[in-house]
Nanobody, 123 residues
Framework: QVQLVESGGRLVQAGGSLRLSCAAS????????MGWFRQAPGKEREFVGA????????YYADSVKGRFTISRDNAKNTGYLQMNNLKPEDTAVYYC????????????????WGQGTQVTVSS
């Protein structure tokens, strides 16, 4: 199995930027599609975006399209979520997830999860 550890979350002002990282270990990272999700207090975990195994295909939720960018460096076993023009409604715990098959858009579509990193956007 693969272990995932997110980092990079912090408090940031609206309009600012953050880059989250997802470090993978345990198995060959390039064998896994990767997704990013977030969960705000009192809400369900929601899909943010995903990237294919080789990094050639990316998909985003409408709420973040044009502001967030997902990438990966398979040589470093690390995935990234670049977040620009952050808004208070982006405040949530952000999770990365891995899937050994293909990109998925739901929580149930991923087998492995990190512990999450808190992003707080102040207005």
């Amino acid at each position: 199995q693969v272990q995932l550890v997110e980092s990079g979350g912090r408090l940031v002002q609206a309009g600012g930027s953050l880059r989250l990282s997802c470090a993978a270990s345990g198995r060959t990272f390039s064998n896994y599609a990767m997704g990013w999700f977030r969960q705000a207090p009192g809400k369900e975990r929601e899909f943010v975006g995903a990237i294919s195994r080789g990094g050639t295909s990316t998909y985003y939720a409408d709420s973040v399209k044009g502001r967030f960018t997902i990438s990966r460096d398979n040589a470093k076993n690390t995935g990234y979520l670049q977040m620009n023009n952050l808004k208070p409604e982006d405040t949530a715990v952000y999770y990365c997830a891995a899937n050994s098959l293909t990109i998925a858009y739901t929580v149930a579509g991923y087998d492995y999860w990190g512990q999450g990193t808190q992003v707080t956007v102040s207005s």
